[in-house]
């Protein structure tokens, strides 16, 4: 019963949406000088316990435009001054939208965030109803860029992206004959779990098992059991670390040899915590390249730690690439309107830090690499990366 | 035949997990007829207060049974202090009142008790660190920790214990006595206060060790923790007959067997229409037939086995 209200929503959001873009429009067509000031808001958590990768993709987009403003951008004959503008979202998806009303106010060009999806996604309903461009660094989860939205893209890989990938290194790499597949009933494991099924099935692997779990339960040893006696050489699972570390010890009390293969969920320190010794060999992947992998990397981290003064912790080329995705699109437009800049975003094709970056109809990352991460002494190092169409790197 | 062997021993030790937490419930229902919806937060409470108690040992070089042992010392008086604070608070205020009106501020005690670890212990999942050896036993095939066969052991002791306790004990006569008629036991001398709180005390007791055994068992323990294990446990001791001790434990076990069979096998003897997510389904069902059949639960709660 609800499917005719979001529907209705949509309609109104978007004629809100090309309302904004006319003003918009109106509003950049009178700024003229001969150096521009374009604004690109950065949106993070940059106080409260994940304010060290919030810092980093700020540090991040500050190289971005520097790099730029050095570079001498011209556009439509007049020199391009970038100014970024942090904001503080807190992690908080509340102050989210406080602070991407701010930047809309403040008439960014465009702007590189969330980091948290819980935060990217209401607050891309206000940079899509002002026709803002936002390219969060970091937010993997698909509902991002699944709202309808133009005006959402995202420099890394979505979660629905690491199934098919995942399948693919379990048949390539490791050779995966009969797999065991659970999931945790939720929208992120079922997604990850499908994903991953179909593709291996595809390959003709035997899916010898598809077991179900809840995000709450911490016994497994029924499914297990029943798993064990079908003798997979891998067992899936979809869903999170505080399922998957217990599971992995119970996995280990039943003496089933099977790896345990699952997503971003569970490549986490805690699920080292909570499997204890059981958690040797297990593996799981996160989107992107590890950062001393990416094809920019080590001019990148180098140029980073000499200006900042610290290490990359995690988001920070990501970040660094998106501001070049604006400067891109605009020399391409020749224009800093966000109504003709958006687009042009669209068809971006260009290599960045973190590689080749192009985006699909929805604002994607096409070809988003995966790294896989295996445990070894205790630690998670990564293994191997994969890209969605199947080159290796 | 060793995987079905495999699932009678994960059911029943499932089971004596259930029923380890449905004896804390039962004590409290026998004597006061209130279910006490807490029970789980108290349950959640001790496991958290023993993985404190546990971490700041861990690494001192004491053997992990005697850690562990500490950590249940520790859980004890704070979990014991709990239940005597909310009979005394939240129930015994309502003692007379409407029988809704404890059960709603049951509910109202367990979010309490949730958000206060919340504050304390943070929404973090916990891991708990492996005290006891790990390496399982082979029985005929099937595999077994000595985590869980102690938690077997702890759960028939405990029932035994309480089983005493309540029919050889003058405390335990008094609890009867209570239970049957607090009115007339006050009559008879029973200071009937006393035992209500000396009943809830033991109930949290009873919960603070359920709490860190199925914690060593996980090796995790959570603010919500308390919520399932509390609502599994509640039907493990309805389904047993509630009020009875022996009817926890055996509700427990046969709780625990049904959720093991179950989702080991629903998807075979389904052809793949229903799988295991449709286990606790399966549990309800079993449930609601024992209650249609008999309504008291399959020992029944005779009012001189309550307790």
Redesign the interface.
């Known amino acids: 019963m609800r499917f005719p209200v979001v529907v209705l929503r949509f309609a109104v959001l978007a004629a809100f949406a090309l309302a904004g873009c006319g003003k918009q429009a109106g509003e950049q067509a009178t700024s003229s000088s001969d150096e521009v000031v374009v604004k690109i808001g950065v949106a993070s958590p940059l106080t409260g316990p994940q304010s060290h990768i919030g810092q980093d993709i700020k540090n991040g987009a500050l190289l971005g435009a520097e790099d730029i403003n050095a570079s001498g951008l011209v556009i439509a004959g007049k020199k391009i001054k970038f100014e970024i503008l942090a904001e503080d979202d807190e992690a908080n998806p509340t102050k989210a939208t406080t602070v991407a009303q701010k930047l809309v106010d403040a008439k960014v060009v465009g702007v590189v965030g969330h980091f948290n999806s819980g935060a990217s996604i209401p607050a891309s309903k206000i940079y899509a109803d002002a026709g803002i461009p936002q390219i969060s660094p970091s937010s993997t989860n698909p509902k991002y860029t699944q709202q309808g939205y133009k005006t959402t893209f995202r420099v890394v890989a979505n979660d629905d992206q690491q199934g098919p990938v995942l399948g693919r290194f379990a048949v390539a790499k490791l050779a995966a004959k009969n797999v065991a597949v659970i999931d945790d ?1 939720t929208a992120y494991g079922q997604g990850l779990a499908n994903a991953f099924e179909a593709t291996v099935k595809a390959a003709g692997v035997n899916i010898v ?6 995000d ?4 497994f ?3 297990l ?2 798993i ?2 079908r003798n997979p050489d891998l067992v899936f699972f979809g869903g999170i ?2 399922q998957s ?2 599971m992995s ?1 119970q996995m ?4 089933i040899q099977a790896k345990l293969l699952g997503g971003d969920g569970m490549q986490t320190p ?1 699920f080292i ?2 499997a ?2 059981a958690a040797e060999g297990a593996m799981a992947s996160i989107p992107g390249l590890p950062k001393d992998k990416m094809p920019g990397g080590k001019a990148f981290l180098d140029k980073f730690k000499a200006k900042f003064g610290v290490d990359v912790e995690l988001f920070a080329p990501m970040g660094y690439d998106a501001v070049f995705v604006f400067a891109d699109a605009m020399k391409r437009a020749g224009s800093t309107d966000p109504v003709k800049i958006l687009p042009e975003i669209a068809k971006t094709n260009f290599n960045g830090v973190i590689g080749p970056i192009a985006f699909d109809e929805k604002g994607d990352l096409k070809s988003g690499p995966v790294t896989v991460h295996v445990v070894k002494g205790g630690k998670w190092e990564a293994l191997e990366t994969v890209t969605p169409d199947g080159d290796k790197k | 035949m ?2 079905l062997l ?2 009678i021993v ?2 029943v ?2 089971g004596a ?1 259930y029923a380890l937490v449905a004896l804390g419930y039962t004590m409290v229902y026998g004597i006061l007829g209130l279910i006490n919806f807490a029970h789980g937060e108290v349950v959640m409470v001790g496991a958290l207060t023993a993985l404190t108690a546990i971490n700041l040992l861990v690494g001192s070089g004491l053997p992990g049974p005697v850690i562990l042992l500490i950590g249940i010392l520790a859980a004890a008086p704070v979990c014991l202090a709990v239940g005597y604070l909310m009979e005394r608070i939240a129930y015994r205020p309502l003692r007379n009142a409407p029988r809704l009106a404890p059960l709603i501020t049951a509910i109202g005690v367990s979010i309490i008790l949730q958000y206060l670890a919340v504050l304390i212990w943070g929404r ?2 916990h ?1 708990y660190p ?1 005290l006891l050896p ?1 390496a ?1 036993f082979d029985l005929f095939g099937a ?1 077994i ?1 000595p985590t869980q066969i102690l938690i077997l052991v702890l759960a028939t002791l405990t029932m035994v214990g309480l089983l005493l306790l309540v029919h050889k004990t003058r405390l335990g006569r008094a609890m009867r006595a209570t239970a049957e008629n607090p009115g007339i036991a006050r009559l008879m001398g029973v200071d009937t206060d006393r035992i209500v709180s000396i009943t809830f005390m033991l109930g949290s007791v009873l919960g603070a060790l359920a709490g860190v055994m199925v914690s060593v068992n ?3 323990a ?1 603010y ?2 308390g919520f ?1 294990l509390g609502l599994k446990a509640f039907t493990a001791a309805v389904l047993g007959g509630i009020g009875n001790l022996g009817g926890a434990m055996v509700g427990g076990i046969l709780l625990g067997l049904i ?7 629903i ?1 075979d003897l389904t052809g793949g229409v229903f ?3 449709y ?1 606790d389904v399966f549990a309800f069902f079993v449930l609601i037939l024992v209650l249609i059949f008999r309504p008291s639960g399959l020992l029944g709660e005779k009012l001189a086995d309550r307790a």
Do not use: C, F
Request: hydrophobic share 25%; proline share 3%.
């Open positions: 009933s098992a598809h077991e179900h779990t809840t709450k339960d911490t016994d040893a029924a499914i059991t029943n064990k006696g670390d505080t570390g217990p010890k280990k009390a039943l003496g805690n915590k909570l204890g010794d | 060793e995987i495999q699932q994960n059911g030790v499932l997990v973090s999942y891991a492996e790990t399982p595999r920790t996980y090796s995790i959570h919500q923790m399932i959720e093991a069979l179950g989702s080991g096998y998807g799988g295991s997510n286990r």
